[in-house]
């Protein structure tokens, strides 16, 4: 595996090369990425990953100095799993001065929920998700990226920005991979004490039964469900963002009555100093 850090030694190594399979992560990788590293290798002719933490993403009172930088070990990582070239720019290799143009997603999607709780957040994103994907697939006829289904709206928000801009790239959305306790897998994980690890699980549970308790209910049964969830959460100690039943074509308030297949249940919460998300699709 060729590690790069320029924009020049990526494209120089992806030349000849027809259709990158590509899996943009912060680093700190764990079983998801790696899942996506080999779902996302047959379909391309070359398989890439980045690592880069995107300080336009994170709110100056957000973890984006805390948050953990573990090069080496996910450079061993992507080695085993075949990836063949990992780009991992300095920041002022993607950033050499302010970035001032940027990527504004359509409100309906961009500003709801988790772009509700971080403002800002889906700007930053789909920034570098556009800057990234210019520096992996410029000149290629087409490629494949891949992004895990936990950050569920991100993959919505990606997936239009890739509609709207005509980009030849196709979007695989990888299932969440979880602990065997059922936490959904993330590099915030890291953060918990050795008893929030325990409690952590709650989260995926509590979306569990709202999703129970929202089959087959009707559109205006839903905002007390939600609430009583919430609650149940706060009185574990969580402090809850939100969990919402919503649908999974637009992430909007289902309008009749709940069926499986239609929806997902969403969820952001904080345990302690660590803000966790997870979605069940029901
Ligand atoms: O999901 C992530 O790790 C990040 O949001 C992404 C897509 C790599 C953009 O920084």
Redesign the pocket.
Known sequence: MHIVHTIAELRQHLSGFRRPAFV???GNLHDGHIALVRQAKPLGDVTVSSI?V?RL?FAPHEDFDSYPRTLDADAQRLQEAGCNVLFAPRERELYPEPQTYKVHPATDLGDILEGHFRPGFFIG?ST??LKLFSCVYAGMPSGVAA?GKK?YQ?VMVVRRMVGQFALPIEILAGETQRADDGLALSSRNGYLSAAERIEAVELSRALRALGDAALSASPGDLPALEAQAMQALARRGWKPDYLTVRRRTDLLPPAETVTAGSVVVLGAAKLGNTRLIDNLEI
């Open positions: 943009p992560t912060m880069f995107n993403q994103v570098v998700v992004f950050d991100q």
